[in-house]
């Protein structure tokens, strides 16, 4: 075939790069990764596809759900990204979000703080409101609500800052969660709602967004004793939530 015609290990290993892509984009992990560890392979100096290839591998064991060995192959890859600040901020905090999945929260909290340290170093406002939203959202499964608080507000002012509507919409998710850990049931029913009044038809993250704001007003909904609205909630979760499985 094509890739074995290739003599040359540098051009094979980008072919591999593209195939493993292709497969990962097919929903084939186990090619995709099958490829991945082949161009790993190939015999050639170290060069940024090396990166590349580790972080194909660990996207595949984020979408089968396997966060150890997504997290193995994201932190295998950071040797690659030649020492680049905002490369490796954005790899902290992707690896920092992989732990917190994965119920490593202390870990997941230093990775966190170093791709906050990063991109303070780089005055990058945008990358920083996503690691304060995400440092929030740790500090709330720690059951630390005044350091989510903090966190989450940080963020909110940065969003506020630079006019974020993306961010808006998707942080009104994370106050939901933390009124709703706070027992504030109907000011978290009032963020959760507001995710769905608005057209996310633009969020790149859509689908997830009305997954969690739909399971947030079932929870809230359910706490109040609103039995009806709970259960078309819950419905309107449950077929998001098919949506992303499948």
Not at 66 to 89: C, F, M, P, T
Request: charged letters at 25%; proline letters at 2%; aromatic letters at 14%.
């Amino acid at each position: 075939n094509h890739l074995n015609s290739l003599s040359i290990p540098k051009e094979k290993r980008k072919a591999c790069y593209n195939i493993a892509l292709g497969y990962n984009n097919m929903l084939y992990f186990d090619l995709s990764i099958s490829y991945s560890l082949e161009g790993i392979s190939c015999e050639w100096e170290d060069d940024y596809l090396l990166k590349e290839l580790h972080q194909v591998i660990a996207t595949n064991h984020l979408d089968l759900n396997n966060y150890q060995l997504a997290e193995e192959y994201y932190n295998k890859s950071l040797r690659y990204n030649g020492g680049v600040k905002n490369i490796s901020a954005n790899d902290y905090n992707i690896i920092g979000e992989i732990t917190r999945l994965n119920g490593n929260y202390n870990k997941s909290l230093e990775h966190f703080y170093e791709a906050i340290r990063l991109n303070k170093t780089l005055s990058d406002e945008n990358a920083l409101l996503m690691n304060y939203n995400n440092i929030g959202l740790v500090y709330l499964e720690l059951g630390d609500f005044d350091s989510a608080s903090f966190y989450l507000n940080s963020s909110l002012q940065k969003i506020d800052s630079l006019d974020s509507k993306i961010r808006r919409d998707a942080i009104n998710i994370s106050f939901g969660k933390l009124n709703y850990r706070l027992e504030n049931y109907p000011q978290a029913l009032e963020y959760f709602s507001k995710t769905i009044e608005v057209n996310l038809a633009y969020h790149p993250d859509k689908i997830e967004l009305y997954r969690d704001a739909y399971k947030g007003i079932w929870q809230c909904q359910e706490k109040l004793g609103n039995i009806l609205p709970a259960f078309e909630a819950f419905k309107k979760y449950q077929s998001y939530n098919s949506e992303i499985q499948n």
